[in-house]
């Protein structure tokens, strides 16, 4: 049974940091490509981020220098390291999967597999 779970959302002021993971389990993490996509209130789904299985990144352009996605394989977890959070980041968080070497980052939202979602609030 696939399943990705989220953690490490929460609360945090602009300017601040945090670190999401994504736990995958019941597949193979090394033949997928990852992707973190979100979801604000009234908005729709908005790509992130995503990782091929060779570790190339990508990102959408209002995170490019602020967010930083990483895996390790070895124990089937995917992060998203947010600096410099501002209040436009403020949604849910969710991690997806699809099989595949390669990734584009508008694509993520329509991902075979996703999670629960964390929810991120960026506010002073």
């Known amino acids: 049974q696939v399943q990705l779970v989220e953690s490490g959302g929460g609360l945090v002021q602009p300017g601040g940091s945090l670190r999401l993971s994504c736990a995958a389990s019941?597949?193979?993490?090394?033949?997928?490509?990852i992707g973190w996509f979100r979801q604000a209130p009234g908005k729709e789904r908005e790509g992130v981020s995503c990782?091929?299985?060779?570790?190339?990144?990508h990102y959408t352009d209002s995170v490019k220098g602020r967010f930083a996605v990483s895996r390790d394989n070895a124990e089937a977890t995917v992060y998203l390291q947010m600096n410099g959070l501002k209040p436009e980041d403020t949604a849910v968080y969710y991690c997806?999967?699809?099989?595949?070497?390669?990734?584009?980052?508008?694509?993520?939202?329509?991902?075979?597999?996703r999670g629960q979602g964390t929810q991120v609030t960026v506010s002073s």
């Open positions: 997806a999967a699809t099989p595949g070497h390669f990734c584009l980052v508008r694509a993520v939202p329509l991902y075979n597999y």
């Open positions: 019941g597949f193979s993490l090394s033949y997928y490509a």
């Open positions: 990782i091929t299985p060779n570790g190339n990144t």
